[in-house]
């Protein structure tokens, strides 16, 4: 969980920071393939951690955090200037990061 709220509150400061930069008031929308690739990152995850079961709580917050936010933040970090392939990571990483919110208790550090 700890991931996954470090990985929240980086994509907040993304989104904030371009729209203090660039003066957004509405939500853009972002492309097709941010989706997917959020989509793909959150099974990713879903896998890497064992496939924890999936209740009705986590998954709602698990879907707010790793696909909407996510692919906002996505495509903030495009606009900001960032190279081609960062958009795609955010999305796939952050995505995995926020499956980490369907596990019952912390992961344990190495």
Not at 8 to 27: D, E, G, W, Y
Not at 53 to 72: F, K, Q, R
Not at 79 to 92: D, E, I, T
Request: hydrophobic share 55%; aromatic share 8%; with cysteine.
């Amino acid at each position: 969980m700890l991931i996954a709220l470090t990985a929240l509150l980086a994509q907040f400061a993304v989104i904030l920071t371009h729209r203090r930069v660039n003066k957004v008031r509405t939500r853009p929308d972002p492309p097709v393939l941010y989706t997917v690739l959020c989509l793909f990152g959150i099974a990713a995850g879903w896998l890497s951690i064992g496939r924890p079961e999936i209740t009705w709580s986590t998954s709602v917050l698990v879907l707010l955090s790793g696909l909407l936010i996510t692919a906002e933040a996505a495509d903030a970090t495009a606009k900001l200037g960032a190279p081609r392939w960062v958009p795609n990571a955010v999305c796939l990483l952050c995505g995995a990061a926020s499956a980490t919110w369907l596990l019952a208790r912390p992961l344990p550090y190495l």
